[in-house]
């Protein structure tokens, strides 16, 4: 009965900006990795930026510099701050909650959210 809620998804600009978030309870969020997925149709689904439990990120190359992945602890949030979006940047956003942050940046987290569409037009 776990559940992960997703929101901050729109559409944007290129060259905008929009900040989604992943919220969980206390108890989960504290003890555990998170990540954030993007899936386009017709393409694999690919990691954008993860963060462990000790709050260490990894991002993905497409988005070094331009995207920031930080938790809020006090809203139980993971947040992920999207600036100089491009519109290769359009997809479905997920998130994946698990014990390990190796787990986390294959994407195999046990708990996935139900995700947030993105669109960036050019």
């Known amino acids: 009965q776990v559940q992960l809620v997703e929101s901050g998804g729109g559409l944007v600009p290129a060259g905008g900006s929009l900040r989604l978030s992943c919220s969980t309870s206390?108890?989960?969020?504290?003890?555990?990795?998170m990540g954030w997925f993007r899936q386009a149709p017709g393409k694999q689904r690919e990691l954008v930026a993860a963060?462990?439990?000790?709050?260490?990120?990894h991002y993905a190359d497409s988005v070094m510099g331009r995207f920031t992945i930080s938790r809020d602890g006090a809203q139980n949030t993971v947040n992920l701050q999207m600036n100089s979006l491009k519109p290769e940047d359009t997809g479905i956003y997920y998130c994946?909650?698990?014990?390990?942050?190796?787990?986390?940046?294959?994407?195999?987290?046990?708990?996935w959210g139900q995700g947030t569409q993105v669109t960036v037009s050019s």
């Open positions: 206390d108890n989960i969020f504290r003890s555990n990795s």
């Open positions: 994946n909650l698990g014990r390990t942050f190796v787990g986390v940046l294959t994407g195999r987290g046990r708990y």
């Open positions: 963060i462990s439990s000790g709050d260490t990120t």
